[in-house]
């Protein structure tokens, strides 16, 4: 079994920034894809970004592009999503997930493990 506790979370003025950390306990991982999610209220849970478990392949959703950056520390088991230029339409609850699989996926459903979620709040 895995846990994921992401944290980081908070509330920040539009333009500022935020990092958010998941950090992963239980079964040692081994090339496991993970990504991070969001999801506003009355919204469906969205596919933010994603990264292989090296770190060299990464991919964001082109809302994030350019803004928000995914990166992980294998040694310390845990992933990173930095968050520059927040916008008021960023707030969401915001979980990360990963996969069994190697491969990108943006699909809820091909994620296998998911944290608890952490709160951003981007005031305008």
């Known amino acids: 079994q895995v846990q994921l506790v992401e944290s980081g979370g908070g509330l920040v003025q539009a333009g500022g920034s935020l990092r958010l950390s998941c950090t992963a306990s239980g079964r040692t991982f081994s090339n496991n894809y993970m990504g991070w999610f969001r999801q506003a209220p009355e919204k469906e849970r969205e596919f933010v970004a994603g990264i292989s478990w090296s770190g060299v392949n990464t991919y964001s959703a082109d809302s994030v592009k350019g803004r928000f950056a995914v990166s992980r520390d294998t040694a310390k088991k845990t992933m990173y999503l930095q968050m520059n230029s927040l916008k008021p339409e960023d707030t969401a609850a915001y979980y990360c997930?990963?996969?069994?699989?190697?491969?990108?996926?943006?699909?809820?459903?091909?994620?296998?493990?998911w944290g608890q979620g952490t709160q951003v709040t981007v005031s305008s």
């Open positions: 997930a990963a996969r069994l699989a190697t491969s990108v996926a943006r699909r809820i459903d091909d994620y296998t493990y």
